[in-house]
T-cell receptor, first 115, second 112 residues
Framework: GAGVSQTPSNKVTEKGKYVELRCDPI?????LYWYRQSLGQGPEFLIY????????DSGLPNDRFFAVRPEGSVSTLKIQRTERGDSAVYLC?????????????FGPGTRLTVL | KQEVTQIPAALSVPEGENLVLNCSFT??????LQWFRQDPGKGLTSLLL?????REQTSGRLNASLDKSSGRSTLYIAASQPGDSATYLC???????????FGKGTSLLVTP
């Protein structure tokens, strides 16, 4: 079956611009996660959705970052007034969130470059 | 906050060798520990997930163990092949059970 998909695969923008990154999770997965990976580092957690609601947004670095999942499926990560330090690969993952086990399946990521 | 450390940062071995990758975590109150593979410029591929009640999981040439009390996990790769060359990431959740906390990874090179 189809895995997690993310669009665009690459995004180049200028400092100060607004960007949206999209994630399509595996069909039927109720849990959706956003992570950010900088060069040479492991992914860092940003936000977790259970259904339509953000159950944990403690990883969002500041109020320029916001994410939505209005219908409990597709999610959009929104970054306002982008800064050069926002350049990274943004990864999305989904899972069934079954009690006791929670294999997270990752998409290919969106590489964001802020000039 | 859960802190995850992976040793070594990089490893180069000749084809056919058995090898062990190490992962340690600071908070033993985990639900799951997951090992991933990441190829250059690609996303993460899940290899093995070990629930907190389990001691090990096996898939083909891969075996992952978990010792919660000491905060350690190992990934054993048997009879390594050049196609195993990639970065291997260890990730543990915490008692919140949601976010994965990743190590920086071990970059593995298997030479023919």
């Amino acid at each position: 079956g189809a895995g997690v998909s993310q669009t665009p695969s690459n995004k180049v923008t200028e400092k100060g611009k607004y960007v949206e990154l999209r994630c399509d999770p595996i069909s039927g997965h109720t849990a959706l996660y956003w992570y950010r990976q900088s060069l040479g580092q492991g992914p860092e957690f940003l936000i977790y959705f259970q259904g339509t609601g953000a159950a944990d947004d403690s990883g969002l670095p500041n109020d320029r970052f916001f994410a939505v999942r209005p219908e409990g499926s597709v999610s959009t990560l929104k970054i306002q007034r982008t800064e050069r330090g926002d350049s990274a690969v943004y990864l999305c993952a989904s899972s069934t969130r079954t009690s006791g086990t929670d294999t997270q399946y990752f998409g290919p990521g969106t590489r964001l470059t802020v000039l | 906050k859960q802190e995850v450390t992976q040793i070594p940062a990089a490893l180069s071995v000749p084809e056919g060798e058995n090898l062990v990758l190490n992962c340690s975590f600071t908070d033993s109150a985990i639900y799951n520990l997951q090992w991933f593979r990441q190829d250059p410029g690609k996303g993460l591929t899940s290899l093995l997930l070990i629930q907190s009640s389990q001691r090990e999981q096996t898939s083909g040439r891969l075996n992952a163990s978990l010792d919660k009390s000491s905060g350690r996990s190992t990934l054993y790769i048997a009879a390594s092949q050049p196609g195993d060359s990639a970065t291997y990431l260890c990730a543990a959740d915490s008692n919140s059970g949601y976010a994965l906390n990743f190590g920086k990874g071990t970059s593995l090179l298997v030479t023919p």
